[in-house]
């Protein structure tokens, strides 16, 4: 009996392999309409454009900007840390992201600008934190000024001198 059950294996190989190499093939059908869902993640991101201007840098996690414009494209759902520092005798100036005043959002010298459905602008400026003349708003040359004073009064006892010697004449 072994030697029944051996040759009947033999002879199931061999079939195998003549179906094998004669190119039969089993195929399974299926009938009906089966529903696929397919769902694709994408990611959109949009512009946002930092201008660094003065004395100063502005970092990120892998890169530092000086006097410079740079682009970084982010994400509606992401968010980017910037890092703000300022020259020796320097100070931050202003922080616009989209024409409005963020200074109040920095909080360790750490700004976070979170992503948006819209190209994005964020400008950095620093200027000197001396100032030898307070800022008032008067666009009027105080050095021009003082001089015209001077020589003015120069003027006046001049001409006050001559009028003194000329009576006394």
């Known amino acids: 009996m072994k030697k029944k059950s051996s040759m009947s294996r033999v002879i199931v190989a061999m079939i195998c392999c003549c179906l094998l190499f004669m190119g039969i093939s089993v195929r399974a059908e299926t009938t009906g309409n089966v529903p696929v869902t397919y769902t694709k993640e994408t990611s959109v991101t949009y ?39 300022a020259d020796t005798g320097r100070k931050v100036k202003k922080v616009l992201l989209n024409g409005s005043n963020v200074e109040a959002s920095i909080a360790d010298n750490k700004l ?21 003349f307070p800022q008032t708003g008067d666009s009027s040359n105080l050095v021009f000024w003082c001089i015209l004073f001077v020589l003015s009064l120069a003027g006046i006892i001049y001409t006050y001198r001559k009028k003194i010697k000329l009576i006394k004449n």
């Open 112 to 132: 976070t600008v979170s992503g948006a459905e819209k190209e994005q602008t964020l400008i950095v400026e620093f200027e000197s934190a001396r100032k030898i």
């Open 47 to 85: 512009p946002l454009h930092v201008k660094v201007t003065g004395k100063g840098e502005v970092s990120t996690a892998t890169e530092t900007l000086r006097n410079q414009t740079k682009q970084y494209d982010l994400a509606v759902d992401e968010s980017m840390t910037f890092h703000l520092k």
